[in-house]
Every structure is written in structure tokens, then in C-alpha cells.
């Protein structure tokens, strides 16, 4: 194929009635498999080079406006990746009011338990992941446990029931606390002193004032959990 050929097949044209010059292609990103390639028209001559991925994303959301909009108290990192918009909540150490209904058609058990410092990453709408922390992270090699809780699956994940999650992820921990807790998900590994029996630790705990921190069972860094490479 000749140059002047060449060149034709890299324009895109409208129907010639509306007189609108045709449009030359400048650039094409191939995908493969291990590789991300950038082809670049220009007077007839196609440039080849591999590019990073990252490179490509960056390229394009220079032309996209991103921002976190005011944050909750509290907010540990933003990120926006495969799962949407997700922000990580700190909540410090607390006595919680919860209820626990372990049988069904009766009524659930009050208690007031005193929790270690949570993090909760939350998506708006959606059911938060819990972990539990010594302090407040500081940093991806920060270590996090496993939250003390029911309704908490292995993987932090949390089980919605009948619970609603508000769009406003600032409320997600208190919405959270407060549903009703029973032996969903994974009540297994979550003490180091009742590794098997969360109840019989809930028990321990009602009407204490401190969490003992030493019981906490660990779980992984933040940098295993969080898609960004620092927390604030």
C-alpha cells in the first residue's frame, strides 16, 4: 500500500454531503496479555513503543477531575479503584452499646461493650469491612487484627441481614454497631483467650470499660488491605 494509501486508512470521515474534513487517527493502545503497545500516526509513519499501564491511566485521567470531597472525621485514606470510591474510618477506642440475639423469635441481649480502635473501609450503600488496630495507622506497615465481632466474615467483610448502609459512609460505623448481631459469618479466631467461643468473651466483657488488647487475634498490614501506599 502506498503512503498516501496508508495515510487515508488512518482518517475517519463523516458522509461527504456534510462537508466535514476527515478526522486522522493520532494514536491506538493495543492490550495484550503481557504487554500494554502505544502506535502513533503521524505524516504517514507509525511509531511503535511499549507503555506502562499506568502510564495509559494516567494519560487519560489528566482530562477527568477527581476528588474526594470533604471527609468524614476520621478518614484514614480515599481511594477509588475496581470497587468504586471506598473510604477507611478510624474509630477510637469506645464502649458500644449493642444487642446480640443468638435464638431466633427471642428478644436479643443488651450489652455495653467497651471495643478496641476499628477501621472501617466503607463503599456509600454498601456493607463496610471492620478490622481492629492497636492505635491509629499510621502507615502500610501498620498491623490490624481481627475485629471482635459477629456478623464479621474471615476477610474483614461484614454481613448486611437486614441492615441498610446509608450513602453518607461517615454513618457506616454507627449503623454497623448497631444492627443486630447474631452467628453469621465467621465468629471463629477473633480472641486469642476464646478462639472458638465469641459469646463466652462478649460475656466477659459486658459492662467493662476498656477492651484487653493483648487479645487481639492479628490479621494482616494495612498495605494487604488498603490501595494506596500511605495512610494520613
Known sequence: MSRRKRAEAWRWAVPPKLKVPPDELQARIDIFSETVVLRVYENGVVTTRPVSAMDVARAFFAEIPL??????????????????????????????PVALQLEAFKPPRRMKLPMPGLVFICHAGRPPKVFAAKRRPT??????????????????????????????????????????????AHIHGRSMSHPKDLATLWDELDGKRRYPLGDLAPFCLVEEVAPVGETQ
Open 139 to 184: 502507615g502500610p506497615k501498620s498491623q490490624l487484627y481481627h475485629a471482635p465481632l459477629f456478623n464479621v466474615f474471615q476477610d474483614g467483610r461484614t454481613c448486611a441481614g437486614t441492615q441498610r448502609y446509608s450513602p453518607n459512609i461517615g454513618k457506616h460505623p454507627w449503623e454497623f454497631m448497631t444492627s443486630f448481631f447474631t452467628e453469621a
Open 67 to 96: 476528588g474526594s470531597g470533604i471527609l468524614p472525621a476520621g478518614a484514614l485514606w480515599w481511594s477509588s479503584g475496581r470497587e468504586g470510591r471506598e473510604v477507611a474510618l478510624w474509630v477510637p477506642p469506645k464502649v458500644w
